[in-house]
T-cell receptor
């Protein structure tokens, strides 16, 4: 199908621990986007990855796009309580489709 | 506030009633999307407009759902003869152009069908 698979579905960490979520596709992706949704909020764009092997950093967040462009990861170093929320990856339009297809997300909770 | 605006924020309706939601995108954005999200799931694509043209519609979308964007600005999403399974958060998003695909989401309309 057209889904992107995200693992894990849930992750609970102690504040200060690292966190990683993975996004996998069975097909080659043109691009991948990451969004964060706080509890009770709406998805907010974090980053877009386009190039094979691309690595981008935003402060404590590191985003990677696999060499084969079939997987991606988001790593958070030294989590803080403000990192709580659900992190979604979304694959960009393919085959003439303009829609973003979202994964089911990884819900992160942080124990202070 | 120049973000994506959705109205109403909450809607409670009885099964069988019709409901209509409105979305005002960021003014310079010509692309507008409707997504639906249920608890514990990611946003599910419903339909997409470029200006006033509806270019793509999910195959999963029932004939009871219709969306319009008559002047290429605001959009409405109507659900006819609502069912309990329609209960969800309906999210609108806009983006500036094909070369910049990131979506700006509104706060959504939470629909509860009793």
């Amino acid at each position: 199908g057209q889904q992107v698979m995200q693992i894990p579905q849930y992750q609970h960490v102690q504040e200060g621990e690292d966190f990683t979520t993975y996004c996998n596709s069975s097909t080659t992706l043109s691009n991948i986007q990451w969004y964060k949704q706080r509890p009770g909020g709406h998805p907010v764009f974090l980053i877009q990855l386009v190039k094979s092997g691309e690595v981008k950093k935003q402060k404590r967040l590191t985003f990677q796009f696999g060499e084969a462009k079939k997987n991606s990861s988001l790593h958070i170093t030294a989590t803080q309580t403000t990192d709580v929320g659900t992190y979604f990856c979304a694959k960009g339009g393919q085959g003439g489709s303009e829609k973003l297809v979202f994964g089911k997300g990884t819900k992160l909770t942080v124990n202070p | 506030d120049t973000g994506v605006s959705q109205d109403p924020r909450h809607k409670i309706t009885k099964r069988g009633q019709n409901v209509t939601f409105r979305c005002d995108p960021i003014s310079e954005h010509n692309r507008l999307y409707w997504y639906r999200q249920t608890l514990g799931q990611g946003p599910e694509f419903l339909t997409y407009f470029q200006n006033e043209a509806q270019l793509e519609k999910s195959r999963l979308l029932s004939d009871r759902f219709s969306a319009e964007r008559p002047k290429g600005s605001f959009s409405t999403l109507e659900i006819q003869r609502t069912e309990q399974g329609d209960s969800a958060m309906y999210l609108c998003a806009s983006s500036p152009s094909r070369s910049d695909e990131k979506l700006f989401f509104g706060s959504g309309t939470q629909l509860s069908v009793l």
